[in-house]
């Protein structure tokens, strides 16, 4: 009998071997992603809402070319998926226009992208101070704002900036 369970003993080290090879083959189970929209689909939102508003004002203040430089050098970036550079080419043009409504609002959804969501809410609503109160950068501030409350459940919050987001759209005249 002691003969046969030292036979059995070099199939202790070989079993164990395989299980412990066994368990490194097991995939990693994915981390659970937060509930809601992706920042991706918030800025699409946001965009979609300056695109969509169709009103008679729309506000195009006089612009530093720099600053303009630096604007389209960062959507470029943002068409990349470089949103550290394109952060930082607009935190450039806010060091040179600190009160530079789209840029600031461009900013916002650079926060958005980079999830730094209490920076993309502040940022949307100082531009929205300083901006028209009228037309698609308007409405891409409120949409920000709508975004950013609901992605933390603030339904009475998202619903009060939907409704400054339609209060954007300045209709035209009927005319007959």
């Not at 164990?16 to 368990?23: D, Q, R």
């Not at 937060?34 to 946001?46: Q, R």
């Not at 809410?121 to 100082?126: C, F, I, N």
Request: hydrophobic letters at 40%.
């Amino acid at each position: 009998m002691p003969f046969r369970s030292l036979r059995a003993l070099p199939l202790v080290p070989a079993a164990l071997a395989g299980v412990l090879l066994a368990a490194c083959s097991q995939p990693v189970p994915e981390a659970p992603r937060p509930a809601g929209k992706s920042n991706v689909a918030m800025v699409a939102e946001i965009q979609a809402a300056g695109a969509s508003d169709k009103s008679v004002i729309n506000v195009h203040p006089l612009v530093d070319p720099g600053i303009t430089a630096l604007q389209d050098a960062a959507r470029n970036d943002e068409r990349n998926g470089q949103y550290a550079d394109a952060a930082a080419k607009l935190d450039m043009a806010l060091q040179r226009n600190p009160d530079s409504p789209d840029v600031l609002q461009d900013r916002a959804e650079l926060a958005v992208y980079m999830g730094n969501y209490d920076m993309a809410e502040q940022l949307a609503r100082k531009s929205w101070s300083l901006g028209s109160k009228q037309g698609p950068l308007c409405a891409r501030n409120w949409q920000t704002v709508v975004e950013m409350r609901q992605r933390v459940n603030d339904t009475a919050g998202a619903a009060a900036a939907s409704k400054s987001v339609g209060d954007c759209r300045e209709p035209g005249i009927q005319r007959f």
